[in-house]
């Protein structure tokens, strides 16, 4: 095969990200070219027009492209970053534990992504969150118990592509067990075979028994199946195990290749070169490098690879085959379907109603809720997740001021707590307890200290404590996996979406 047939097959098996809200001109000319995919970011949406204009320039350049997107439709979300998801992520749909709901909220979610030209979900995180102390998993996960996140990962993968929409099941072979975010470092799970196969595999098996069509690998070292290399780029993970074990016959999308976990030892372009020779059959890529220049240097390392027998033209074949057969899919799963006009921006009523039955209240609420009136509330903000996205809102003050007009919101980071100045025109919570108030002007008003995966944040246990210690009346609100229960009164929502917050607003106001 020519040098220029190469490029092609290396172009299709390419997932990259780009800068701008309408395509560049350099991703027009390499779909003309044959680039098989492109992938949707935060900073590619603005609103449900112009997402849906941009899938149709793409479209027009090339009708079966895959537009592919990360949204969990939790605490990570793209097409609604601007606000905050309006439906509960995985934890919450695990707390609820009805799969109908899952596969409902799936569906919903679909047939939004299909209305905006999105043909392939990196969704849903199949994750057993085993480690209550994951840096990066926590709430996008159903759950810790593998039977329960399998039943609702497999309702997710209905859900999904029954609105046509291709779901892609992650982060194989389980990112749960991890106290290493794999955006930095290259996490090492250190269990038995016996417990992954009863284990992190348990939904992965589900997601291929309901027929998702990609699977997402995860850039982890797991040694009882490859002591030497990541699941990205082992051949024992995606082909023995993957493959042969599960018969899974879908695509295998790679996490994105620039994360540390993989270009720190391999390099950006080996790696991708690896994975390919390992069993995946598309790169993701594009997160933190969206530009022709990284596109064209991974594709002219895949086609030397080929020129130089490190990677068989069979295999890079057979990857690009099988970016064409989802493309195939995805096409006939949009025929017959009466086109959807892109929904207005707002929310998801079955989003809404699902929150609400995920919230859960620990102690006595008895004279404590509903509020008896306008509330300060105090939200203690952790180190940013990459996985999540720093333009993500959260927070219940907002909702809470809407339901009770004149409720106060200060948010505190570690930094404020440790003898920063802090800033003068914000209220602020001083947690020390010597001032005459210690609670920072809410002396008489009902007191509401917001957390996020309290556990993981010794600092913010901390200062809730001192909190709590001069005002026992507060509410503790949980936003991310509620491993530690503190306070006589505490909501759990199990995620910080906008629709979590909303839910956990109405109870503290008494509104249902």
Request: hydrophobic share 45%; proline share 7%.
């Amino acid at each position: 095969m020519n040098e220029r047939n190469l490029a092609g097959l290396a172009a299709t098996v390419l997932q990259p990200g780009f800068v701008g809200t309408a395509p560049p001109d350099w991703v027009r000319r390499w779909l003309a070219d044959g680039l098989g995919a492109v992938v949707l970011f935060a900073r590619n949406v603005v609103d449900p027009e112009q997402v849906a204009a941009l899938t149709a320039t793409l479209r027009a350049e090339r009708p079966d492209v895959l537009v592919a997107i990360d949204e969990e439709a939790g605490d990570v979300t793209r097409i609604e970053s601007g606000r905050g998801s309006s439906r509960p992520g995985n934890l919450a749909l695990g707390a609820v534990d009805d799969p109908a709901l899952t596969e409902e909220v799936a569906r919903d979610l679909g047939g939004e992504l299909a209305a905006l030209g999105i043909t392939l979900n990196y969704a849903p995180d199949a994750d057993v969150n085993i480690n209550p102390a994951n840096p990066v998993i926590g709430v996008r996960s159903f759950g810790a118990d593998p039977h329960l996140v399998a039943r609702h990962t497999a309702a997710w993968v209905r859900g999904l592509q029954s609105a046509g929409v291709a779901a892609c099941a992650k982060h194989f072979p389980g990112h749960g067990d991890t106290r290493v975010d794999s955006h930095h470092d290259l996490p090492r799970i250190e269990a038995s075979r016996a417990r992954l196969d009863t284990g992190e595999l348990v939904p992965f098996r589900a997601a291929v028994a309901a027929g998702v069509q990609a699977v997402m690998t995860g850039h982890l070292l797991v040694p009882a199946l490859d002591p030497d290399l990541p699941a990205t780029l082992s051949r024992r993970i995606l082909g023995d195990l993957l493959r042969d074990e599960l018969g899974f016959s879908g695509v295998v999308v790679t996490d994105a290749v620039e994360m540390r976990a993989v270009a720190d030892r391999y390099g950006f372009a080996g790696a991708a070169v690896r994975a390919l020779v390992a069993g995946a059959d598309a790169i993701c890529v594009g997160g933190e490098r969206a530009d022709e220049a990284t596109a064209r240097y991974l594709r002219d390392a895949i086609v030397a690879a080929v020129l130089s027998g490190e990677l068989p033209e069979e295999r890079l074949a057979e990857a690009a085959k099988r970016v064409g057969q989802l493309a195939e899919w995805s096409t006939a799963a949009r025929v017959g379907r009466p086109a959807e006009a892109p929904r207005p921006a707002g929310g998801s009523p079955v989003g809404l109603t699902a929150a609400r039955r995920a919230v859960r209240v620990s102690g006595d609420p008895t004279g404590r809720l509903p509020l008896t009136g306008a509330a300060h509330v105090v939200e203690f903000a952790p180190p940013h997740n990459i996985a999540i996205g720093a333009e993500t809102p959260w927070g219940i003050g907002a909702p809470l001021a809407e339901l009770l007009p004149g409720t106060t919101t200060v948010r505190l980071t570690e930094a404020d707590l440790s003898g920063e100045p802090a800033d003068p025109t914000t209220e602020r919570v001083d947690l020390s307890g010597e001032p005459a108030d210690p609670t920072g002007g809410a002396a008489g008003r009902p007191l509401v200290l917001v957390v996020r995966d309290l556990h993981r944040h010794g600092w913010m246990r901390a200062a809730v404590d001192r909190a709590l210690a001069s005002r026992p009346d507060a509410v503790v609100v949980e936003l991310g996996v509620p491993e530690l229960v503190t306070g006589r009164l505490h909501l759990a929502t199990h995620g910080a979406t906008r629709a979590a917050a909303r839910a956990a607003a109405e109870l503290l106001a008494g509104i249902r």
